[in-house]
């Protein structure tokens, strides 16, 4: 099935995606976060806080966020 | 189901009409012919400048380049934006879209406010506490009018600032004038804006305000209060003297300097030279062999490696008399001939 998977952590990815029928939440994030940890993110499923046992629909948009996101000064 | 809220449907409308504005604009805003002819001549000039070593002259041509490159720069990046987006049109989010980010968005901050007539979007974030340091709550207004490509304008201003000591234009470690230093998240930031993903932007600008990054902060936590003069107790800005030796901070009043080397220093890592009293560095302080007190280098003998009290101590030293010498003898410098010497006894 096709969702919308966006991971704002570095220079962003926001595309559609497929992934198999019956995926949760949390099997989405294993395999596109490889060297993340879930509580290390804010997870959203249709911009709303998500479960990680959720099963993902058709058309579900679904974000990771990073908790942790550095700024800088200009140098 | 939350209730519809008019405002934001009308706001949903009215971010829906500008960034198709991008798309709809006109051939890209390109830098003229005149500021590439304006680069040419500050380049020359600068050469010019450098080639005569005026080095005054120099870094104010320099300053002035930069400014018109960067000019240049942003004239150009905001054409490349713009035409990203003619090139990916259907990316532009619906109304219905834009409505249901910012009912989201309502759901993410305590507070998020729109405003019509400036072209406004505004959410409060929650007290920012960077390693115990309190920062309060923060403003972040995303002005949606300025909308040029993925670089709208938006400010992030203190709501109860605490600045650091003697910068009050600095609210956050990488917030100053309002301006966020984005750092990592300018991509994310810029690529969430293009697609309207308002949650996504100001989300993410929270989770910068949430974060300290102890490399490269306009100030820094740990003098964010100041600090004290390690001698007198004095409470004194951050970008004080420092004591070349052992690094503690100085105020004006404590700071001294060697007076051979000029470098400063706290009265503790200066030496005292017992022969003309100047303050002396480690560095620059000499040992006398005989009594090893430090002095400085006009005020021992550099053949004898002494301090001038011990040189004066070893002369007189010197010139004491052995058995069967007098003190004229000394002085004289007489080499004195054992009694007899020479003599051969004589027969009667």
Known sequence: MRILYINNDGAGFADHVDVADGTTVSKLFEQ?????????????VNRQPAASDQVLQPGDRVSFTPTKIEGASQA | MPTFNRQFWRAAGHLEHHLKRRVDHGPPDLPSFVCFQRLRVLTDRL????????????????????????????QIT??????STRCNVDAIPTQACLYAELIALATEFDRCEVDLRKGTLSVVTECIVLED????????????KSAHGSTSKYVVHALEPSCPEYRSHITHPHVMNDRLCEGEAQSALRQALQSGRLTDFFQIINRVLHTYNSSSPYASIDDWNGTNCQDCGANIASDCSHCHACGDALCDDCCTCCSICETSACVGCLQICPGCENQV???????????????????????????QECDNVAESEDCEPANGETADDCEAGIEVQPAGLGEVAVPA
């Open chain 1, 32 to 44: 596109r976060v490889s060297n993340g940890r879930p509580a290390d993110y804010l997870i959203r």
């Open chain 2, 47 to 74: 050469h010019v400048m450098e080639q005569r070593r005026l080095s005054v002259s120099a870094k104010s041509v320099s300053m002035a380049l930069h400014s018109e490159l960067d000019r240049c720069q942003s």
């Open chain 2, 78 to 83: 905001s054409a490349l934006e713009a035409m």
């Open chain 2, 133 to 144: 340091l309190d920062l309060g709550p923060f403003q972040i207004s995303l002005d949606w």
């Open chain 2, 281 to 307: 560095c480690s560095h620059c302080a000499n040992v006398c062999e005989r009594c090893s007190k430090s002095v400085c280098p006009e005020c021992l003998d550099t053949t004898t490696q002494l301090c």
